[in-house]
């Protein structure tokens, strides 16, 4: 072979390595943000869950301090009572 077509086919050697090398990293890239995509997806449906068990536990919350609900319950478990008048002390200055 020639000096000069050892030249020429270096450089399709080196066109040819940076073609590849740049197809490689394009594909990395895209790989990265398909990845990203996913673990937002995931993030996301994780946070509508979070919200949706944080607006059912305010509901649980709300009901368990229902006036109504510790009445009954000083009531039938407590044998609680409301006091009488003859029961009331009216304190005054």
Known sequence: MKKSELKIIGIW????????????FYTWCRVQCVQAGYEISQETEKHRKLMLLQNNLKIELARLKSPD?????????????????????????
């Open 69 to 93: 609900r510790i009445a009954r319950i000083a009531e039938h478990q407590l044998g609680l009572k409301t006091p009488g008048p003859e029961q009331m002390i009216i304190l005054s200055e």
């Open 13 to 24: 050697i080196l066109l040819m390595s940076v073609f590849i090398g740049q197809l490689l």
